[in-house]
C-alpha cells in the first residue's frame, strides 16, 4: 500500500540509511543486434523492443518466452513502453512514412497503444500532432505520457476508470512515465522560463494534484522514470557525456554505470528490480537487468541458514 506522505518522502532533506546498491545484468534478445527492457511488472514479466537487419519489434518476455507484438493494423514500427500487472501493454507506433525535409523518408508522428492481450486500442490526445503512452499503473486504471504540439510536450496523466486528461506540466520536452494504482507519477521536464536563456531541467513527482520538481542531491539533471509502492524512484541523471542509471530517493542513492556510453534505468518493480539499457560506442542498445545486492547482515544470514541445513544433513541418517 502507497505511504500516506510519498510526496514529502521523495523530497525529504535527510535520509536514515544508505542507499541500497545494485548491480547490472546484460539481457539477450536473440538474433538482435539492438534492445531495451521498458518497463518490469510485480510478477516479473518485462517488455521492451529489438531491432534486427531490416526490422524493430516491440516484446513481452514471461517465464523464459518472448511474445512478439505487431502492433495496431497498420503499424510499421512499435515501441512497448509499459506494462501493468495484468499484462496489458501500451507504448506507441508508427503508421505513416514521412519526408525529413531531405529526401529521406523516415517513420512519421508516434500514436499511442494500449493492447490487453488480444485487442489493440489505439490513443490519442486531441489538438495533438503526437501521442505517446509511456505507462500503465499496475492495476491498469492510469496511463501516462506526453503529447506533442508544435514545439511544446505536455506530460499528461489519463484516467481510464472516470475519463479525462490532466496536463500535468509542459516544456521543451516533458513526459510522465511511473504511475502508481493511487495516480501517484514522476518524470521529467526541459523547459526554458526566459527566452534565449539556458533552459533548465528537473525530475518531478505529482500526487492529488501537488506537483514537487527536485534533483537528486549533487546531480543537476535528473529524470525519475519510475518509482515502488513504498517511494523508492529508478531512472538516470546526466553529468556532460556521463550518463548514470539510479535507484533510491532523492537524497540516497545507489548509480549504476555499465561501460559504453550511459546506462539507463526505466522501470521498477516492487521487489527492487530494475530494467533498463546501456549504450554502446557504436550507437547499439544493450538491455539490462538491475538487482539489489543484498547487505553483509543478510548475507551473513543467509550464509547461517545454509550451514545449519548442512549441520541437519550431517545429521540426518541415510
Known sequence: MLKPLLLTALLAAASAQAATPYTATPFAVP??????????????????????????????YS???????????????????????????????????????????????????????????TIELAGYTETVVRGISPDGRYLT???VN?????????????????????????????????????????WQPVPLQPPQREAFVYQ????????????????????TDDGMLGGWVRNGADIQAFFGTSTDYALVQWGGMGTYAEGINNAGVGVGAYVDEAGNWHALV????????????LLGGLGLLGAVARRRPH
Open 145 to 147: 505520457g506526453y503529447a
Open 208 to 227: 492529488g494534484g501537488g506537483y514537487g520538481g527536485f534533483q537528486l542531491t549533487g546531480q543537476t539533471d535528473s529524470r525519475a522514470r519510475a518509482l
Open 150 to 190: 508544435g514545439s511544446t510536450y505536455d506530460a499528461w496523466l489519463m484516467d481510464r476508470q472516470v475519463g479525462g486528461v490532466t496536463v500535468i506540466t509542459s516544456g521543451i520536452l516533458a513526459l510522465v512515465q511511473g504511475v502508481l494504482n493511487d495516480g501517484t507519477v514522476v518524470g521529467s521536464r526541459i
Open 290 to 301: 538491475f538487482n539489489p545486492v543484498p547487505e553483509p547482515a543478510t548475507y551473513a544470514m
Open 63 to 121: 517465464g523464459g518466452a518472448f511474445q512478439w507484438l505487431t502492433g495496431p493494423a497498420g503499424a510499421l514500427s512499435t515501441v512497448a513502453l509499459g506494462l501493468s500487472d495484468g499484462g496489458w501493454v501500451v507504448g506507441s507506433y508508427s503508421d505513416t512514412m514521412v519526408d525529413d525535409g531531405t529526401g529521406t523518408m523516415v517513420l512519421g508522428p508516434n500514436r499511442g497503444f494500449l493492447w490487453d492481450g488480444s485487442t489493440y486500442q
Open 31 to 60: 538474433g538482435a543486434t539492438s534492445a531495451f527492457l521498458y518497463d518490469i511488472n510485480n510478477h516479473g514479466v518485462m517488455v521492451g523492443y529489438a531491432s534486427q537487419p531490416g526490422s524493430s519489434q516491440s516484446f513481452v
